[in-house]
């Protein structure tokens, strides 16, 4: 098998060091590296990821793209493909925060309304003591799980401390308003928890649905991400209801969206101005009559350096006349 090149090597080091990039991010190192733009040799970009996971494949490891689901962009990252208690010794998070960052995740997955936030009171307020492992030999003997120490504990101090260094280092985020959410790094690596505890997915990429729209009939379960239904629903043609039970979907940023596309090709045509009207060309014409014979009737007393000023017809013949008075 051929080893990597030092191309290879220098993009697995990019996202390593810095952590998840941007998609334009990513793509602007791999074309500083090989001198190739990924949109233009998108196969050949293909190619190199193929064979750089290859190579991490023999240490569980994944060089993956992902999309956040708060703002549609794509992220890449280097991953772990194992979630065991040895691959848990290489975290600096100790066992209290990571219990309190799963009781979070879960918080946040297991919401019905699949807004994708909890807020930072609610995250304060989980109990660590619900992360304490279960089917134990004593709770099959009706005895509930020890709980430990560290759980007991772990002060509402010390879980903010652990919100800002989750939230540092992107497995959460968070908002000005107090929302918790996921961060770009739980998208990337939880895309196998996700599956094995039965987040519901999204009904047109089939990604968990964290952060989704819902179907307006109660008894459908149908969630799609916003972005995807903006993609689904872009075209004209394309009937706008719900693919599981067939309802009528309405959606303000959908019905905005195709509007926006609808007007698009007017806009043009919008800015040209109409050309005037038939009784304002008449008015014009009928003004300008009216400064010819003004001034041939004081061609003898005014001066020829004097200029017509556009005012009503009206208007105008009121001074003639003040001014024919005064002659």
């Known amino acids: 098998m051929p080893e990597l090149s030092w191309r290879h ?10 952590g998840p990039l941007i998609e334009d991010d990513f793509h602007a190192i791999f074309s500083g590296i090989t ?14 990821l193929l064979k750089i996971n290859k190579e991490l494949s023999y240490v569980h490891f994944e060089l993956r793209g992902c999309r956040n689901q708060y703002d549609g962009k794509v ?12 691959s848990k010794l290489g975290t600096k998070y100790t066992v209290p925060q990571l219990a309190f960052y799963k009781g979070i995740i879960e918080a946040i997955v297991q919401d ?12 304060l307020n989980i109990r660590l003591e619900n992360q304490v492992l279960t089917g134990t030999e004593s ?13 007991k504990n772990f002060s509402i101090s010390q879980k903010e401390k652990t919100l800002d260094e989750l939230v540092k280092d992107r497995w959460l985020s968070s908002t000005p308003d107090g ?6 790094r739980s998208f990337l690596d939880l895309r196998s928890w996700f599956h094995n505890n039965y987040v519901p997915s999204c009904d047109v990429c089939n990604e968990a649905g964290v952060k989704a729209e819902l179907c307006r009939n109660e008894g459908c379960t149908t969630r799609i991400h916003l972005y995807c239904l903006k ?3 872009s075209q004209k043609r394309v009937e706008r209801v719900c693919p599981g039970c067939g309802t009528q979907w309405q959606h303000s940023s959908i019905a905005d969206a195709a509007i926006e596309e609808e007007d698009e090709p007017n806009r043009p045509n919008q800015r040209r101005q109409p050309p005037p009207p038939a009784a304002a060309a008449a008015a014009t014409r009928k003004r300008l009559r009216s400064c010819k014979i003004e001034d041939e009737e004081e061609n003898n007393g005014a001066s ?12 105008f013949r009121r001074i003639t006349r003040k001014s024919a008075r005064l002659r």
Do not use: M, W
């Open 304 to 315: 020829s350096s004097q200029t017509c000023v556009p005012v009503s017809s009206t208007d």
């Open 75 to 86: 992220y890449y990252g280097v991953v772990n493909n194992v979630s065991d208690e040895q």
């Open 9 to 18: 090597h220098a993009l697995i080091q990019a996202l390593l060091s810095r």
């Open 35 to 48: 001198g190739k733009d990924p949109g233009a040799h998108r196969q050949q970009f293909d190619d190199y």
């Open 231 to 233: 993609k689904k629903f």
């Open 179 to 184: 929302k918790i959410r996921l961060g770009v």
């Open 112 to 123: 019905v309304s699949a807004q994708g936030h909890i807020s930072d009171i609610e995250a």
């Open 139 to 151: 709770e099959s003997q009706g005895v509930p799980p020890a709980v430990p120490a560290a759980f």
